[in-house]
């Protein structure tokens, strides 16, 4: 749940919260992310001016050059960046398109704009149409996708260092991936805390769900004050994990995967130029992100992608659906039915356990209903008695 540009596709568009504007109390651990993020805008800004660029370690800037790549034994460490683009083809809406997305049919909530259902302030002081919402899209309800799984074959093969997602939906997790796999950026439904800074209390997701179905507004076991997911919300910091695992991550990676983003929520967007020079860099997506614009790409800021100049040597774009370019890579690597038996297997599990859980559910219902009738035909049982009664009883005179 996110603000995120605005976008003409759907599988451009970050159903994610970005990194406020203004951040209060750096921690040491944030200043020394922001020195990393001053040494890379010199570095860009000296091999810009001085027309160094890294080694090229691709045959060819295709997805056929970066499948080889991958095979050559050279590429030990993968780092994906992915965003709302690998999570739409499991029914979960976007947050801006003009029509169908969330902020679009946000009236019911009477908000005063439409952002304010994700404002930390707003949110203390009228929970009711954040918890609404969450209640339609609260995780449980959506299968992992192609590209999910995709990514959970990357670590079971060795390759995968991390995965840094800008969504919220927990369908990482589902897939297989644990917390020291992800980097979830913008936070997660996975715990919740209570808001008072006096308390923080932890609540698991198992608590929340069972809160937010039930109507109820979490309130906190220990002190009673509101309990919010652990998702970023404006006027919040993003988490510490963030800054201080990029600062250790990007050096050593080997290939950078981007899938489903549009690179312009910002701190992500500006991770693509964390990498060394050589390090390829492969877009997924339903058209070309990330490139640099003209005049900060002289100034040699943000890392932007070249798909196209003739100096191109490293960025790779493949137009098309996540799930479909997931697909044609595993293809590329052999991996094709590994990767469609993993999704048949996982989604079966999910569906079976799903109809366990409603088969439960429906237990209670089906008792009170068959409790329901027994009482209503003792009440027409004593009713018909009591009629009968009355016609036998002599009249007065």
Known sequence: MSDVPEAS????????????????????????????????FLRNLFSKTLG????????????????????SGACKHIICM???????????????SPETGLYANLQKYNLPYPEAIFQIDYFKKHPEPFFALARELYPGQFKPTVCHYFIKLLKDKGFLKRCYTQNIDTLERVAGLE??????????????????FMCRKEYSMDWMKVKIQSDDIPKCEKCNSLVKPDIVFFGENLPKRFFTSTATD??????LIIMGTSLQVQPFAAMVGRVSKSCPRLLINLE???????????????????FDSEKAYRDVVHISTCDDGCLALADLL?????????????????????????????????????????????????KAESVKAESVKPKAE
């Open 250 to 255: 990007f050096p050593s990676c080997d290939l």
């Open 179 to 196: 917390s020291e796999d992800l980097i979830e950026a913008h936070g997660t439904f996975h715990t919740s805390h209570c808001v008072s």
């Open 82 to 96: 992915v965003g709302a683009g690998i999570s739409t083809s499991a029914g979960i809406p976007d947050f801006r």
């Open 52 to 71: 160094i660029s890294g080694e090229k370690v691709l045959d060819e800037l295709t997805l056929e050059g970066v499948a080889s790549y991958m095979r």
């Open 334 to 382: 052999g991996w094709r039915v590994e990767l469609e038996e993993l999704v048949k297997r996982e989604h079966e599990k999910i569906d079976s356990k799903g109809g366990e859980e409603n088969a439960n559910q429906s237990t209670v219902p089906t008792v009170k209903a068959e409790s329901v009738k027994a009482e209503s035909v003792k009440a027409e049982s004593v």
């Open 288 to 306: 070309k992100a990330g490139g640099a614009d003209p005049l900060l790409g002289m100034l040699g800021l943000g890392g932007g992608m070249d």
């Open 9 to 40: 596709e759907s599988q451009e568009v970050e159903h994610s919260i970005p990194e406020p504007e203004e951040q209060s109390d750096e921690s040491s651990d944030d200043r020394e992310a922001s020195g990393d993020t001053e040494m890379d």
